[in-house]
Protein backbone atom coordinates (compact mmCIF):
# COMPACT_ATOMS: atom_id res chain seq x y z
CA UNK A 1 0.00 0.00 0.00
CA UNK A 2 1.57 3.72 -1.19
CA UNK A 3 1.26 6.50 1.59
CA UNK A 4 -2.24 7.03 2.59
CA UNK A 5 -1.78 10.49 3.82
CA UNK A 6 -0.04 11.16 0.54
CA UNK A 7 -3.20 10.24 -1.60
CA UNK A 8 -5.49 11.94 0.62
CA UNK A 9 -3.38 15.19 0.29
CA UNK A 10 -3.55 14.97 -3.38
CA UNK A 11 -7.13 13.86 -3.55
CA UNK A 12 -8.72 16.32 -1.80
CA UNK A 13 -8.17 19.61 -2.85
CA UNK A 14 -8.14 23.12 -0.50
CA UNK A 15 -11.44 25.29 0.03
CA UNK A 16 -9.48 27.51 -1.78
CA UNK A 17 -8.73 25.98 -4.62
CA UNK A 18 -12.44 23.84 -5.15
CA UNK A 19 -13.59 27.82 -5.09
CA UNK A 20 -11.38 28.88 -7.56
CA UNK A 21 -12.04 25.25 -9.70
CA UNK A 22 -15.80 26.32 -9.80
CA UNK A 23 -15.04 29.91 -10.68
CA UNK A 24 -13.25 28.65 -13.60
CA UNK A 25 -16.16 26.60 -14.81
CA UNK A 26 -19.35 29.60 -13.76
CA UNK A 27 -17.22 31.98 -15.52
CA UNK A 28 -17.56 29.39 -18.99
CA UNK A 29 -21.15 28.99 -18.42
CA UNK A 30 -22.38 32.64 -18.11
CA UNK A 31 -19.33 34.70 -18.73
CA UNK A 32 -15.77 36.01 -16.99
CA UNK A 33 -17.09 39.39 -16.90
CA UNK A 34 -20.22 37.93 -14.49
CA UNK A 35 -18.10 36.39 -11.81
CA UNK A 36 -16.57 37.74 -9.15
CA UNK A 37 -13.47 35.77 -8.13
CA UNK A 38 -12.22 37.02 -4.84
CA UNK A 39 -10.87 33.55 -4.03
CA UNK A 40 -7.43 33.40 -4.26
CA UNK A 41 -4.20 35.52 -3.24
CA UNK A 42 -2.33 35.84 -6.74
CA UNK A 43 -0.84 38.89 -7.21
CA UNK A 44 -2.86 41.15 -9.49
CA UNK A 45 -0.53 43.30 -10.24
CA UNK A 46 2.94 43.24 -12.66
CA UNK A 47 6.25 42.96 -11.53
CA UNK A 48 7.88 46.52 -11.57
CA UNK A 49 9.18 46.77 -15.62
CA UNK A 50 12.81 46.84 -13.60
CA UNK A 51 12.22 42.99 -13.20
CA UNK A 52 11.68 42.26 -17.64
CA UNK A 53 14.42 44.52 -17.93
CA UNK A 54 17.12 42.67 -16.01
CA UNK A 55 15.89 39.28 -17.02
CA UNK A 56 16.36 40.38 -20.29
CA UNK A 57 20.43 41.72 -19.44
CA UNK A 58 20.83 38.77 -17.49
CA UNK A 59 19.70 36.96 -20.46
CA UNK A 60 21.04 38.46 -23.26
CA UNK A 61 24.46 39.07 -21.46
CA UNK A 62 25.13 36.86 -18.87
CA UNK A 63 26.84 33.23 -19.77
CA UNK A 64 24.04 30.86 -20.49
CA UNK A 65 25.83 28.00 -19.14
CA UNK A 66 26.05 30.01 -15.26
CA UNK A 67 22.38 31.49 -16.09
CA UNK A 68 21.16 28.19 -16.03
CA UNK A 69 23.43 26.31 -13.86
CA UNK A 70 23.32 24.91 -10.54
CA UNK A 71 24.15 27.53 -7.50
CA UNK A 72 25.26 26.33 -4.39
CA UNK A 73 22.67 24.13 -2.28
CA UNK A 74 22.34 27.20 -0.45
CA UNK A 75 22.08 29.75 -3.04
CA UNK A 76 24.82 31.99 -4.93
CA UNK A 77 27.61 33.26 -2.62
CA UNK A 78 27.09 36.98 -3.92
CA UNK A 79 22.75 36.71 -4.13
CA UNK A 80 23.11 35.72 -0.35
CA UNK A 81 25.38 38.71 0.24
CA UNK A 82 22.63 40.82 -1.77
CA UNK A 83 20.05 40.05 0.52
CA UNK A 84 21.82 40.07 4.14
CA UNK A 85 23.21 43.13 2.77
CA UNK A 86 19.79 44.11 2.58
CA UNK A 87 18.35 42.73 5.80
CA UNK A 88 21.27 45.22 7.70
CA UNK A 89 20.31 48.10 4.92
CA UNK A 90 16.28 47.84 6.79
CA UNK A 91 17.15 46.36 10.24
CA UNK A 92 20.24 46.50 11.23
CA UNK A 93 20.83 43.17 12.51
CA UNK A 94 24.23 42.20 11.70
CA UNK A 95 23.28 39.50 9.15
CA UNK A 96 25.68 37.92 7.06
CA UNK A 97 25.19 35.97 3.74
CA UNK A 98 25.89 32.23 5.69
CA UNK A 99 22.94 32.91 7.46
CA UNK A 100 21.07 33.50 4.89
CA UNK A 101 19.49 30.48 2.61
CA UNK A 102 17.80 31.10 -0.89
CA UNK A 103 14.50 28.97 -1.34
CA UNK A 104 11.80 28.56 -3.55
CA UNK A 105 9.16 30.99 -2.60
CA UNK A 106 7.65 30.74 1.19
CA UNK A 107 6.24 27.52 1.32
CA UNK A 108 9.63 25.75 0.53
CA UNK A 109 11.13 28.59 3.30
CA UNK A 110 8.51 26.84 5.76
CA UNK A 111 9.17 23.32 5.17
CA UNK A 112 12.42 23.32 5.08
CA UNK A 113 12.65 25.32 8.69
CA UNK A 114 10.03 23.17 10.24
CA UNK A 115 11.95 20.07 8.93
CA UNK A 116 15.32 21.73 10.26
CA UNK A 117 13.65 22.25 13.96
CA UNK A 118 11.56 19.71 14.68
CA UNK A 119 11.84 16.21 15.98
CA UNK A 120 8.94 13.82 16.26
CA UNK A 121 6.00 14.77 17.92
CA UNK A 122 7.10 18.54 18.59
CA UNK A 123 4.26 21.30 19.04
CA UNK A 124 4.14 24.57 16.84
CA UNK A 125 1.98 26.87 17.96
CA UNK A 126 0.52 29.13 15.23
CA UNK A 127 -2.63 32.29 15.70
CA UNK A 128 -5.59 31.38 14.07
CA UNK A 129 -6.67 32.65 11.65
CA UNK A 130 -4.02 31.03 10.08
CA UNK A 131 -2.55 29.63 6.32
CA UNK A 132 -3.83 26.29 6.21
CA UNK A 133 -0.58 25.14 4.53
CA UNK A 134 1.12 25.39 7.86
CA UNK A 135 -0.76 22.23 9.58
CA UNK A 136 0.14 20.25 6.36
CA UNK A 137 4.10 21.65 6.41
CA UNK A 138 4.31 21.14 10.31
CA UNK A 139 3.12 17.47 10.04
CA UNK A 140 5.31 16.12 7.09
CA UNK A 141 7.97 17.75 9.41
CA UNK A 142 6.69 15.47 12.09
CA UNK A 143 5.08 18.14 14.19
CA UNK A 144 1.80 18.69 15.51
CA UNK A 145 0.21 22.40 14.65
CA UNK A 146 -1.38 23.98 17.63
CA UNK A 147 -3.50 27.04 16.46
CA UNK A 148 -4.60 29.63 19.35
CA UNK A 149 -6.81 31.55 18.30
CA UNK A 150 -6.41 35.71 18.37
CA UNK A 151 -7.97 38.28 19.89
CA UNK A 152 -11.81 38.40 18.86
CA UNK A 153 -12.38 41.01 16.69
CA UNK A 154 -9.29 41.95 16.24
CA UNK A 155 -7.44 39.10 15.77
CA UNK A 156 -4.18 40.21 17.16
CA UNK A 157 -1.83 37.79 18.77
CA UNK A 158 -3.66 36.74 22.67
CA UNK A 159 -0.81 36.33 24.64
CA UNK A 160 -2.43 34.78 27.73
CA UNK A 161 -3.88 32.22 25.52
CA UNK A 162 -0.39 31.24 23.76
CA UNK A 163 1.55 31.23 27.13
CA UNK A 164 -1.48 28.90 27.99
CA UNK A 165 -1.00 26.53 24.79
CA UNK A 166 3.16 26.59 25.74
CA UNK A 167 4.31 23.06 26.61
CA UNK A 168 7.09 21.11 27.45
CA UNK A 169 6.78 19.54 23.50
CA UNK A 170 6.34 23.19 22.01
CA UNK A 171 9.29 23.83 19.84
CA UNK A 172 7.95 26.54 17.64
CA UNK A 173 6.01 30.07 17.25
CA UNK A 174 4.66 30.60 13.73
CA UNK A 175 3.41 33.98 13.20
CA UNK A 176 2.48 35.51 9.83
CA UNK A 177 2.28 39.28 9.91
CA UNK A 178 0.88 40.66 7.59
CA UNK A 179 -1.21 37.98 7.96
CA UNK A 180 -3.19 35.92 5.13
CA UNK A 181 -6.71 35.64 5.69
CA UNK A 182 -7.26 38.46 8.22
CA UNK A 183 -4.76 41.60 6.48
CA UNK A 184 -3.95 42.32 9.99
CA UNK A 185 -0.39 43.80 11.34
CA UNK A 186 1.04 42.42 14.55
CA UNK A 187 1.45 45.64 16.77
CA UNK A 188 5.03 46.18 18.02
CA UNK A 189 3.36 45.79 21.48
CA UNK A 190 2.36 42.35 20.56
CA UNK A 191 5.25 41.14 19.37
CA UNK A 192 7.16 42.66 22.19
CA UNK A 193 4.55 40.67 24.69
CA UNK A 194 5.25 37.57 22.20
CA UNK A 195 8.99 37.73 22.76
CA UNK A 196 8.55 38.67 26.59
CA UNK A 197 7.17 34.92 26.97
CA UNK A 198 9.18 33.19 24.53
CA UNK A 199 12.05 34.53 26.71
CA UNK A 200 10.65 33.81 30.01
CA UNK A 201 10.15 30.07 28.55
CA UNK A 202 13.66 30.05 27.21
CA UNK A 203 15.35 31.73 30.93
CA UNK A 204 13.36 28.47 32.19
CA UNK A 205 15.50 26.04 30.07
CA UNK A 206 13.26 25.71 27.05
CA UNK A 207 14.14 27.23 23.75
CA UNK A 208 11.33 28.24 21.60
CA UNK A 209 11.46 29.23 18.02
CA UNK A 210 9.42 32.37 16.36
CA UNK A 211 9.31 31.32 12.73
CA UNK A 212 8.00 34.85 11.06
CA UNK A 213 6.53 33.65 7.78
CA UNK A 214 6.60 37.14 5.75
CA UNK A 215 5.47 36.99 1.91
CA UNK A 216 3.66 40.27 3.03
CA UNK A 217 6.14 42.24 4.60
CA UNK A 218 6.27 45.10 2.42
CA UNK A 219 1.98 45.09 1.48
CA UNK A 220 1.21 47.61 4.51
CA UNK A 221 -0.66 50.50 3.84
CA UNK A 222 -0.74 54.17 5.68
CA UNK A 223 3.01 54.05 7.17
CA UNK A 224 2.21 50.65 9.72
CA UNK A 225 5.51 49.27 10.79
CA UNK A 226 6.17 45.19 10.55
CA UNK A 227 8.16 44.68 13.05
CA UNK A 228 11.68 42.66 12.65
CA UNK A 229 11.34 39.72 14.64
CA UNK A 230 15.13 39.59 15.10
CA UNK A 231 15.26 42.97 17.13
CA UNK A 232 13.49 41.60 19.63
CA UNK A 233 14.15 37.74 19.98
CA UNK A 234 17.29 36.01 19.28
CA UNK A 235 15.73 32.48 18.83
CA UNK A 236 14.06 33.99 15.41
CA UNK A 237 14.11 33.10 11.84
CA UNK A 238 12.33 34.54 8.53
CA UNK A 239 11.00 32.99 6.21
CA UNK A 240 10.82 35.25 3.48
CA UNK A 241 9.11 35.33 -0.50
CA UNK A 242 9.26 37.38 -3.29
CA UNK A 243 6.24 35.93 -4.78
CA UNK A 244 3.83 39.11 -3.55
CA UNK A 245 6.15 41.82 -2.90
CA UNK A 246 7.65 41.44 -6.36
CA UNK A 247 4.50 39.85 -8.19
CA UNK A 248 6.32 36.51 -8.91
CA UNK A 249 4.79 33.86 -7.47
CA UNK A 250 4.87 31.54 -10.04
CA UNK A 251 8.64 31.76 -10.54
CA UNK A 252 9.05 30.49 -6.97
CA UNK A 253 11.94 32.67 -5.29
CA UNK A 254 12.45 33.42 -1.60
CA UNK A 255 15.14 33.03 1.62
CA UNK A 256 15.14 31.89 5.12
CA UNK A 257 17.05 34.31 6.97
CA UNK A 258 18.85 32.60 10.39
CA UNK A 259 19.31 35.38 13.26
CA UNK A 260 23.08 35.46 13.66
CA UNK A 261 22.28 36.24 17.49
CA UNK A 262 20.48 33.30 18.07
CA UNK A 263 22.04 30.63 19.80
CA UNK A 264 23.76 27.93 18.17
CA UNK A 265 22.96 29.65 15.26
CA UNK A 266 25.54 27.73 12.68
CA UNK A 267 23.78 24.14 13.77
CA UNK A 268 20.57 25.92 13.04
CA UNK A 269 21.81 27.12 9.77
CA UNK A 270 23.18 23.22 8.98
CA UNK A 271 20.25 21.91 9.75
CA UNK A 272 18.11 24.40 7.04
CA UNK A 273 20.83 23.45 4.72
CA UNK A 274 20.35 19.28 5.89
CA UNK A 275 16.52 19.71 5.84
CA UNK A 276 16.90 21.24 2.07
CA UNK A 277 18.74 18.76 0.96
CA UNK A 278 16.99 16.00 2.09
CA UNK A 279 13.48 17.74 0.72
CA UNK A 280 15.14 17.53 -2.85
CA UNK A 281 15.43 21.38 -3.09
CA UNK A 282 18.47 20.76 -4.77
CA UNK A 283 18.77 24.82 -5.19
CA UNK A 284 16.68 27.70 -5.91
CA UNK A 285 15.86 29.00 -9.60
CA UNK A 286 19.48 30.29 -10.59
CA UNK A 287 17.97 32.73 -12.67
CA UNK A 288 16.01 34.56 -10.44
CA UNK A 289 18.52 34.28 -7.57
CA UNK A 290 20.14 36.52 -9.80
CA UNK A 291 17.33 38.76 -10.85
CA UNK A 292 16.64 39.36 -6.87
CA UNK A 293 20.89 40.33 -6.45
CA UNK A 294 19.96 43.26 -8.74
CA UNK A 295 16.30 44.28 -7.92
CA UNK A 296 15.90 44.00 -3.98
CA UNK A 297 14.46 46.64 -2.61
CA UNK A 298 11.70 47.12 -5.10
CA UNK A 299 8.42 46.05 -5.08
CA UNK A 300 5.34 45.86 -7.77
CA UNK A 301 2.94 49.10 -7.51
CA UNK A 302 1.05 48.19 -3.85
CA UNK A 303 -0.93 51.59 -4.34
CA UNK A 304 -3.52 49.48 -6.59
CA UNK A 305 -4.23 47.37 -3.41
CA UNK A 306 -4.69 50.00 -1.26
CA UNK A 307 -7.19 51.19 -3.40
CA UNK A 308 -8.91 48.28 -3.59
CA UNK A 309 -9.07 47.97 0.42
CA UNK A 310 -10.18 51.33 0.54
CA UNK A 311 -13.10 51.36 -1.83
CA UNK A 312 -14.17 47.57 -0.25
CA UNK A 313 -14.01 48.47 3.64
CA UNK A 314 -16.28 52.09 2.41
CA UNK A 315 -18.47 50.03 0.50
CA UNK A 316 -19.02 46.73 2.53
CA UNK A 317 -18.84 48.68 5.94
CA UNK A 318 -21.54 51.03 4.30
CA UNK A 319 -23.68 48.24 3.66
CA UNK A 320 -23.78 47.05 6.83
CA UNK A 321 -20.90 44.78 7.08
CA UNK A 322 -18.20 44.22 9.67
CA UNK A 323 -14.93 43.92 8.98
CA UNK A 324 -11.28 43.41 10.53
CA UNK A 325 -9.28 46.29 9.89
CA UNK A 326 -6.70 45.37 7.35
CA UNK A 327 -3.54 47.35 7.32
CA UNK A 328 -2.06 45.29 5.23
CA UNK A 329 -1.16 42.02 2.48
CA UNK A 330 -4.28 41.96 0.32
CA UNK A 331 -7.03 40.09 1.74
CA UNK A 332 -9.98 41.32 4.03
CA UNK A 333 -11.89 39.26 6.64
CA UNK A 334 -15.62 40.17 7.03
CA UNK A 335 -18.06 38.58 9.62
CA UNK A 336 -20.35 36.08 8.38
CA UNK A 337 -23.68 37.64 7.96
CA UNK A 338 -24.83 33.91 9.75
CA UNK A 339 -23.53 32.25 12.00
CA UNK A 340 -22.07 29.45 9.45
CA UNK A 341 -19.86 30.42 7.51
CA UNK A 342 -19.94 27.61 4.84
CA UNK A 343 -23.65 28.53 4.76
CA UNK A 344 -22.21 32.38 4.00
CA UNK A 345 -20.01 31.22 1.56
CA UNK A 346 -22.14 29.19 -0.27
CA UNK A 347 -24.96 32.37 -0.33
CA UNK A 348 -22.66 34.14 -1.90
CA UNK A 349 -22.53 32.14 -4.81
CA UNK A 350 -26.08 33.08 -5.83
CA UNK A 351 -24.11 36.53 -6.25
CA UNK A 352 -21.44 35.02 -8.48
CA UNK A 353 -19.36 36.01 -5.29
CA UNK A 354 -17.33 33.73 -4.47
CA UNK A 355 -15.30 34.35 -1.50
CA UNK A 356 -13.27 31.66 0.85
CA UNK A 357 -15.33 30.68 4.53
CA UNK A 358 -12.81 30.90 7.29
CA UNK A 359 -13.20 27.77 8.86
CA UNK A 360 -10.23 26.35 6.67
CA UNK A 361 -8.13 29.01 8.34
CA UNK A 362 -9.35 27.82 12.12
CA UNK A 363 -11.53 30.55 12.66
CA UNK A 364 -15.75 30.57 12.73
CA UNK A 365 -18.23 32.97 11.69
CA UNK A 366 -15.83 35.04 9.05
CA UNK A 367 -15.46 35.11 5.27
CA UNK A 368 -11.79 35.90 3.31
CA UNK A 369 -11.98 38.43 0.51
CA UNK A 370 -8.99 38.65 -1.20
CA UNK A 371 -9.22 41.91 -3.32
CA UNK A 372 -5.95 41.26 -5.31
CA UNK A 373 -8.41 41.89 -8.25
CA UNK A 374 -8.64 44.40 -11.04
CA UNK A 375 -10.05 47.54 -9.71
CA UNK A 376 -12.69 47.31 -12.31
CA UNK A 377 -13.94 43.88 -11.36
CA UNK A 378 -14.06 45.20 -7.98
CA UNK A 379 -16.22 48.21 -8.72
CA UNK A 380 -18.52 45.86 -10.59
CA UNK A 381 -18.98 42.93 -7.78
CA UNK A 382 -20.29 46.16 -5.31
CA UNK A 383 -23.96 45.70 -6.23
CA UNK A 384 -23.46 42.37 -5.67
CA UNK A 385 -22.39 42.62 -2.25
CA UNK A 386 -25.22 44.56 -1.46
CA UNK A 387 -27.96 42.62 -2.75
CA UNK A 388 -26.52 39.36 -0.49
CA UNK A 389 -26.61 41.87 2.79
CA UNK A 390 -29.74 43.43 1.90
CA UNK A 391 -31.31 39.57 1.14
CA UNK A 392 -30.83 38.89 4.92
CA UNK A 393 -32.73 41.93 5.73
CA UNK A 394 -35.88 39.79 4.31
N1 LIG B 1 2.58 31.87 3.67
C1 LIG B 1 1.46 32.57 3.50
C2 LIG B 1 0.85 33.23 4.67
C3 LIG B 1 0.89 32.71 2.22
O1 LIG B 1 -0.23 33.43 2.08
C4 LIG B 1 1.51 32.06 1.14
C5 LIG B 1 0.93 32.13 -0.21
O2 LIG B 1 -0.13 32.64 -0.46
C6 LIG B 1 2.67 31.33 1.37
C7 LIG B 1 3.18 31.25 2.64
C8 LIG B 1 3.38 30.63 0.25
O3 LIG B 1 4.03 31.59 -0.51
P1 LIG B 1 4.98 31.22 -1.74
O4 LIG B 1 4.17 31.36 -2.98
O5 LIG B 1 6.08 32.22 -1.70
O6 LIG B 1 5.46 29.84 -1.52
Not at 73 to 86: E, F, L, N, T
Not at 156 to 164: L, R, V, Y
Not at 343 to 359: G, M, T
Request: charged residues 20%.
Amino acid sequence: MINQTSVQLGSVRSVIRELFEYGKKRKAQIGEDKVFDFSLGNPSVAPPQIVEDTLIDILTNGDPVEVHGYTSAQGDASVRKAVADYINSQFAVGIGADNIYMTCGAAASLCITLNALLNEGDEVITIAPYFPEYKVFTEHARGKLVPVLGEEGTFQPDIEAIKAAITPNTKAILINSPNNPSGVVYTEQAITELCKVLQECKENGQTIYLISDEPYRELVFGGVKVPYIMNYYRDSIVCYSYSKSLSLPGERIGYIAVNPAMEGAAEVYAAVCGAGRALGYVCAPALFQKLIARVIGTTSDISVYKNNRDVLVQALESYGYEVVRPDGAFYLFVKSLEPDSDAFAERAKDYELLIVSAKSFGVEGYVRISYCVSPDMLARSLPAFRALAESYKK
